[in-house]
């Protein structure tokens, strides 16, 4: 497996709080069977100790030349998770080695999680005609997408894909966050399960609990969320394929409606 998303690099923002625990978080994931893990620190908010771009490419090599010593089956890649702000556009231009995955076109943007920035639409048209592509970290614990899921829906149509994080299925973030993750799911709205691991204990590494978990959907499925596509993203080959997206809004049942007007 490939894990897409992780704070594992030690104090860098409110992962990994030391080497030891990052060692540990490799030393799990390596256990789970995921065999390459994407180091993708918060940039561009309040939980990011990183006020230099270049410090990215710096606290990584450092990392993975102290990690080598423990000779761990597993490959760790640069990538970062970027915060929108208005100028990101101009940033991933002057710094898309650092902020996209692996150096490739695809990078992770992440929304405050109470809203959503008008104009999003018009930034993932601009980014994409730039070269880029958006994927858009953990939706489902956001309000505006929990309340109208029509909404990553009509930013998935444009090009930008979503990556789920798989705590969210375990109930971590609460029920409502849960529920969402399997709307999302049944939508057919989601590219990429990833751990967004930041601790050993609350939001801690691992992937293969999924296949247990997420029983209801094929096996093939899974392996689509957590190996296919993550490798394409690596290798910045095409996402494959995932069928048909359903409009939330499409076949809305009254308890859903309910639901959402609740938010
Ligand atoms: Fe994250």
């Given at each position: 497996m490939?894990?897409?998303h992780s704070?594992?690099?030690?104090?860098?923002?409110?992962?990994?709080s030391?080497?030891e625990?990052?060692?540990?978080?490799?030393?799990?994931s390596?256990?789970?069977?995921i065999?390459?893990?994407?180091?993708?620190?918060?940039?561009?908010c309040?939980?990011?100790e990183?006020?230099?771009l270049?410090k990215?490419p710096e606290e990584f090599?450092k990392?993975?030349?102290?990690?080598?010593?423990?000779?761990?089956?597993?490959?760790?890649l640069?990538?970062?998770?970027?915060y929108?702000?208005?100028?990101l556009r101009?940033?991933?231009?002057?710094?898309?080695?650092?902020l996209?995955?692996n150096?490739?076109?695809?990078f992770?943007i992440?929304?405050?999680f109470?809203?959503?920035?008008p104009g999003i639409?018009?930034?993932?048209?601009?980014?994409?005609?730039?070269?880029?592509i958006?994927?858009?970290?953990?939706?489902?614990?956001?309000?505006?997408f929990?309340?109208?899921?029509a909404?990553l829906?009509e930013f998935?149509?444009?090009g930008?894909?979503?990556?789920?994080n798989?705590g969210?299925?375990?109930?971590i973030?609460g029920?409502?966050?849960r529920?969402?993750?399997?709307?999302?799911?049944?939508?057919?709205?989601?590219?990429?399960i990833?751990?967004d691991c930041?601790?050993l204990?609350d939001k801690?590494?691992?992937?293969?609990?999924?296949?247990?978990?997420?029983?209801?959907?094929?096996?093939?499925k899974?392996?689509?969320?957590v190996?296919?596509i993550?490798?394409?993203?690596?290798?910045?080959?095409p996402?494959?394929?995932i069928g048909?997206?359903k409009?939330?809004?499409?076949?809305?049942?009254?308890?859903d409606?309910?639901?959402?007007?609740?938010?």
């Amino acid at each position: 497996m490939i894990d897409l998303h992780s704070h594992i690099i030690p104090e860098v923002d409110d992962g990994a709080s030391d080497f030891e625990e990052a060692v540990n978080m490799l030393k799990i994931s390596e256990q789970d069977g995921i065999r390459t893990i994407v180091a993708t620190p918060h940039v561009f908010c309040d939980r990011s100790e990183i006020k230099d771009l270049e410090k990215i490419p710096e606290e990584f090599k450092k990392f993975k030349e102290k990690v080598k010593e423990f000779e761990l089956n597993i490959e760790i890649l640069q990538g970062a998770e970027n915060y929108f702000v208005s100028d990101l556009r101009e940033r991933l231009n002057s710094f898309s080695n650092i902020l996209t995955i692996n150096k490739s076109d695809y990078f992770l943007i992440e929304f405050p999680f109470e809203f959503i920035f008008p104009g999003i639409k018009e930034f993932i048209f601009n980014i994409m005609t730039d070269g880029f592509i958006p994927i858009i970290c953990h939706p489902e614990r956001n309000r505006e997408f929990q309340r109208n899921p029509a909404l990553l829906y009509e930013f998935l149509k444009i090009g930008a894909f979503s990556q789920v994080n798989a705590g969210s299925f375990k109930g971590i973030y609460g029920a409502e966050v849960r529920l969402v993750a399997y709307d999302l799911l049944k939508f057919n709205l989601v590219h990429i399960i990833a751990s967004d691991c930041h601790n050993l204990e609350d939001k801690e590494p691992g992937l293969s609990f999924l296949y247990e978990k997420l029983r209801v959907i094929q096996k093939e499925k899974i392996d689509m969320l957590v190996r296919i596509i993550p490798d394409s993203i690596i290798s910045n080959k095409p996402i494959p394929d995932i069928g048909t997206m359903k409009d939330p809004n499409a076949k809305i049942s009254f308890f859903d409606l309910f639901r959402r007007k609740l938010k």
